[in-house]
């Protein structure tokens, strides 16, 4: 799997590129930035840094991981500022570091996680985080829309900002965002 993620990483930016979904993409990169302002920021599976682009644009410190190196390197062509920090690690044995965060970030990402290891991964993620930190997650929703404007069956994004509770637990709420102008079908 680590191989098709590495050969994969030159394309990964061209679904940030659709230009249907420019609207939502550009309102979720505004959610993005509004919950990281000022504060410091662990994401995994950071992949090119799209997101991380848009947490840099004010978070006070980020530290970004990826498993793969390749798509780290991309990612650090973005020019994101000395307060971005790219670092591969692996999202189920993440690092040890010398502060803990206020925000964790995990977009597109847990359509990779296996059910079977998903506490793992929380656990992991949760022990590098504040006490109250919240956890900031994209991902999309099998379910379909259908656009009145352009008839297009089009994906119904979620993202989701849970707070954490303990270090084993998260208070999650969810949002749905929907593309103008689209009824569920």
């Known amino acids: 799997m680590e191989d098709y993620y590495r050969e994969r990483a030159p394309s990964y930016d061209h679904l940030y590129r659709t230009s249907e979904w420019q609207d939502d993409f550009a309102w979720l990169q505004n959610w993005v930035t509004r919950r990281t302002a000022g504060r410091s920021v662990l994401e995994v599976a950071a992949g ?19 498993y793969n190196a390749e798509p780290l390197a991309i990612a650090a062509q973005r020019g994101l500022g000395a307060h971005v920090t790219f670092l591969a690690a692996d999202a189920y044995a993440l690092p040890v570091f010398d502060r803990a965060f206020e925000v964790g970030m995990a977009h597109l990402w847990w359509s990779h996680v296996d059910r079977r290891r998903e506490r793992q991964f929380l656990s992991q993620l949760a022990a590098r985080l504040q006490a109250g930190a919240e956890l900031l997650t994209i991902r999309g929703i099998r379910k379909t829309i259908t656009c009145q404007r352009s008839g297009a069956i089009e994906p119904v994004i979620a993202m989701s900002c849970a707070r954490l509770k303990t270090a084993a637990s998260f208070k999650s709420s969810k949002t749905t965002r929907r593309p103008r102008n689209c009824k569920r079908v």
């Open 48 to 66: 090119t840094g799209f997101w991380t682009a848009a947490a840099a644009r004010r978070a006070e410190a980020i530290v970004a991981t990826d």
